[in-house]
């Protein structure tokens, strides 16, 4: 085999390098990977600047957990296992189970090996490939491999990962057909819950953002939301009052890093039975001025949503093949391995007068 691939690592202080790592050989029952795109995402900002907020991360490291790439090396077993050539090209499922402790075996629950690429093991750790900001990554066995469709490009489908979360927590809160879904923030991750939603044949869906974010509203209603609200421009309350026939929503997901966007959510809420899905992380900050009597007397259920699971991983690379639109309308721009430091300044938004809806790596051929 041999051979360099290059590839940034985040030294955990808010800085980061490329470096040269020898191409691996697969290691025993896996394969090697070679990196088309990752996606980027916000929890990429908080591993560059050293918040750790994932069990066992490690630093430096290469990160990257929105894998796409093409099978380059695969021992036989692992191609009989996989079902996979050389050549193919996957959707790397980033949480790796080791199969063999309690709750692996009991089918349910946290693995308690758990292995995340992107986060657990380091650029010190057996070669140091095991991000999608490296050109090669070394794939484990027991990886959740998804063939990908090849009509779209690898920086379009790098958004099957904040799809499989959003496809996860839509389900959490059992979006189904009558539904009337408000989603707070309009991030990728909320823009793909609206998708999401869509996608499960709610009625109405109606994406809620600031003045700031222009460019994410008019995506949101690309998508097919059927309302965007600018909840400093207008009384987000008063309006899915009148958007909504007064029903208000039936389900609510607040994917802000606001916390008072918790307490905003418990108004926008319907009557009886509506559902609030939690999955905008507000940086360990207490959320002040709940009434928490609201949500008793509304018969209100609240759910934390965190994640994907392998199933809705499966899900969101099939609706990426069968509506490609999503993934064009969502690509936003994307940098290369030299300029990963634009990539993140787009985003935290401090980037010049430039915004994007999704920002992906795409490395070189
Ligand atoms: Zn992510
Ligand atoms: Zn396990």
């Known amino acids: 085999m041999g051979g360099t691939a290059r590839a940034a690592v985040f030294l955990g202080d808010g800085t980061y390098e490329v470096r040269e790592f020898a191409i691996p050989a697969p290691p025993p029952g896996g394969a090697v990977l070679k990196v088309e795109a990752v996606g980027m995402c916000g929890s990429d900002v908080m591993q560059f600047h050293g918040q750790k907020h994932v069990p066992g991360e490690a630093s430096p490291v290469v990160p990257g957990h929105e894998i796409v790439g093409r099978i380059h090396a695969i021992t036989p077993e692992s191609a009989a296992a996989w079902g996979l050539a050389e050549g ?40 140091g490939l095991w991000g999608g900001y ?20 690898a920086a379009e489908l790098t958004v099957f990962e904040p799809l499989a979360n959003a496809l996860n927590w839509v389900a959490s809160v059992r ?75 039936s389900v609510v997901m607040d994917l802000t890093p606001v916390p008072a966007a918790f307490r905003t959510a418990l108004d926008l809420t319907a009557l009886s039975g509506a559902r609030v899905a939690l999955a905008g992380l507000k940086h360990f900050t207490p959320v002040d001025g709940v009434l928490v009597d609201l949500i008793s007397l509304k018969n209100m259920s609240i ?60 490395h070189e051929d």
């Open 134 to 153: 490296g050109e090669y990554l070394r794939l484990l066995p027991n990886t959740h491999l998804m063939k990908a469709p090849e009509s779209l490009t």
């Open 88 to 127: 193919d090209r996957v959707c790397v499922d980033e949480i790796v189970k080791c199969g063999r402790c309690k709750t692996c075996l009991a089918g349910a629950g946290l693995c308690t090996n758990l292995r995340l690429y992107g986060y657990t093991m380091g650029a010190d750790h057996e070669g």
């Open 303 to 362: 759910q934390g949503c965190a994640g994907s699971t392998p199933s809705s991983m499966e899900q969101a690379v099939r609706l990426l093949a069968d509506r490609p639109e999503i993934a064009r309308t969502m690509a936003g721009t994307h940098v290369g391995l030299d300029d990963v430091e634009h990539g993140i300044a787009l985003l935290e938004r401090r980037a010049a007068g430039e915004d994007a809806v999704h920002v992906s790596l795409v």
């Open 175 to 249: 979006v189904s057909p009558g539904d009337r879904v408000v989603v707070q923030g309009p991030g990728h991750q909320g823009l793909l819950c609206a998708a999401a939603a869509l996608a499960c044949g709610a009625s109405q869906v109606i994406v809620t953002g600031t003045g700031a974010d222009e460019l994410r509203l008019k995506t949101a209603l690309a998508l097919g939301a059927h309302h965007v609200i600018d909840v400093e421009a207008e009384d987000v309350v008063a309006r899915v009052g009148e958007l909504t026939g007064g029903s208000m929503a």
